[in-house]
């Protein structure tokens, strides 16, 4: 997800029997359900746990009426650059660069383009066709449709 969707999660978005969090249409103007995996859900139900968030899933800050406030993007960038240099990368790594990455494993593990756009809330096919320039694709076996006509 785009990282101003993840600072706007709510709690009532998980639906862990689902094993899904419920992305409202922001910019690309579709509502989307992205998936958990089971190793995700038992982090978010440890954090919940421990931490006990209220309406966001990632508090920040305190408002000076003492209501919660969801995490900013700020925040991701703060986080992202105190991890990085703790792992000693000289990378330039960004919220996006996750995203992108995660969406580019997606496509070598073989999920079709389509289902892509649909995860990643892209609006045109065309958003989502750029990640097929990066991804380390199998050419598979190459062959002549009239090959397969008799098949």
Request: glycine share 6%; aromatic share 8%.
């Amino acid at each position: 997800m785009r990282s101003y969707e993840l600072c706007a999660v709510k709690l009532s978005d998980l639906d862990f029997e689902r094993k899904t969090v419920f992305i409202p249409k922001k910019k690309g103007k579709i509502d989307r359900y992205v998936p958990l995996s089971p190793l995700l859900i038992r982090g978010l139900k440890k954090y919940i746990t421990t931490e006990n968030p209220q309406g966001h899933l990632f508090n920040s800050q305190v408002s000076k009426a003492g209501e919660s406030r969801g995490l900013t993007t700020n925040g991701i960038r703060w986080i992202i650059k105190e991890n990085r240099s703790k792992i000693g990368s000289s990378k330039q790594i960004t919220a996006h660069t996750l995203r992108h990455t995660f969406a580019t494993h997606l496509l070598e593990y073989g999920v079709d383009i389509v289902s892509l756009k649909e995860l990643l809330g892209h609006a045109h096919i065309e958003m989502t066709l750029t990640y097929l320039h990066v991804a380390n694709l199998p050419s598979g076996s190459k062959f002549s449709p009239l090959d397969k006509l008799y098949d």
